[in-house]
Nanobody, 125 residues
């Protein structure tokens, strides 16, 4: 069992940056593959970025590739999402997810067992 708590969301102008954090409880964080997803009202949750347990494997949605970077610090039980060159269409609730997995970056919602509560990111034009 792992609990996930996101932070770092907020309001930013287009072109700006935010860094989201997802802190995980438990002593086996390094066993978990992690992912970030986002959702806007009326739409399905969509994949943003994923990282393997070691951090050596990552995957990004085409819409954020080159602008967002996912990373993790296993010593601090935390995964990060650095978001640069933000656009109004990036506005959403961002949620992190976890699953015990090998050296894989999982891009589907059904691939994860644990979810945080989410943090709101709003990008103004």
């Amino acid at each position: 069992q792992v609990q996930l708590v996101e932070s770092g969301g907020g309001l930013v102008q287009a072109g700006g940056s935010l860094r989201l954090s997802c802190a995980a409880s438990g002593r086996t964080f390094s066993s978990y593959a992690m992912g970030w997803f986002r959702q806007v009202p009326g739409k399905e949750r969509e994949f943003v970025a994923a990282i393997s347990w070691s951090g050596d494997t990552t995957h990004y949605a085409d819409s954020v590739k080159g602008r967002f970077t996912i990373s993790r610090d296993n010593a601090k039980n935390t995964v990060f999402l650095q978001m640069n060159s933000l656009k109004p269409e990036d506005t959403a609730v961002y949620t992190c997810a976890a699953v015990v997995a090998g050296e894989v970056a999982i891009i589907t919602t059904r691939g994860y067992d644990y979810w945080g509560q989410g943090t709101q990111v709003t990008v103004s034009s």
